[in-house]
């Protein structure tokens, strides 16, 4: 048995297992193995000393390394340990560190968002919500959180008819009709995807509401230039692109466009502490993604003028989303396989699976920022939801 991934690997799994390879079976810790690993190919020392991500990502990808039981409840049992994990930012540097330019940035969101609608169409619920739902109940479908999450958003906006709202990083456009709808706001949605900006204007169109709402192709750092105004914003997942570094030229662009005394809503994926990322990630679903902490978000507003008025950590409804998005992405497996092959499906359960993971360890979170542009006096002194 190869002493160095058994040493290896026990240095970061806490929980007793067993290895396989073509020598035989070996057990690692004490107590009744949770589960097996296999290993019909040895991982590349020198990349698991590089990145214990990256190497054993890899691996699993092109099943070198397989496992006997559930993938999120194998990954579940370690990726608490991430700490532990291999990291040569050195060696990853130009994994790691890519170029903000806008036309850099462009491509690494239009390479996750435009893999095709039809694919994500297969996995996220009818509202095409990518982003963390909002379980209120245990049995709510994936479909309810997603409504529940939108107008829990909408109500922490105190929308009002006639508003104008601005939805940056605008996906699919749910949220955008569904304020439009319920308020009779007026908004503007923007985004990078080709994809979505075409799915979410023929979604306007469907409902009959062009002259309410308006999609548009736009990177967010010419909304300063753009001379629009709104009296709401709304951010969902989108902060994860801009790259730390520019969020303080995020929050200028949002500062330009909204009036004095308008709310802005900052969904987002955050983390304990800064980091730059992890190396599978970045090389194979978001490049060029970083997670901001809560800390060094909430540390620039004063300098924006903006107010915190509310922060709610919803880290436990997305390892729960994740799980459902995981369940319906399984359910499609044959024909995912069929679409992209059987490497990129694998790939594709380990990120669903591992973010899964990640949240409920709390490796990473999942925030709300509520905020008002300037002092607001004339809003209700209590909590509205």
Known sequence: MNEFITDYLSN?????FNIK???????????APEFTVTINKMPDQKLLMQSTSLALGEAYMRKDIEVDRDLYEVLDMFLGQMGKFTRDKKALKKLLFTSKSKKNQAVEVKSHYDIG???YEMWLDKSMSYSCGYFKND??????AQVNKVDHILQKLQLKEGMTLLDIGCGWGFLLRRAAETYGVKGVGITLSE???????????KIGMEDMLTAKLMDYRDLKGSGMMFDRVVSVGMIEHVGRGNYDLFLDNVDAVLKEKGLFLLHYISALRENDGDAFIKKYIFPGGVVPSLREIIDILPDHNFMTLDVESLRRHYSKTLRCW??????HWDEVVDMEGEEFARMWHLYLSACAATFHNGIIDLH?????????NDLPMTRVI
């Open 21 to 31: 390879t073509g020598e035989g079976l070996s057990k690692v810790g004490d107590g």
């Open 117 to 119: 609608n039809d694919f």
């Open 12 to 16: 970061i799994i806490p929980v007793p």
């Open 326 to 331: 995981r369940s319906n992405f399984l359910n």
């Open 139 to 144: 049995d709510d479908s994936l479909y309810q």
């Open 195 to 205: 994809e979505q900006y075409r799915h979410c204007s023929e979604g306007i169109k």
């Open 368 to 376: 709300q920022i509520l905020m008002s542009k300037g002092v607001n």
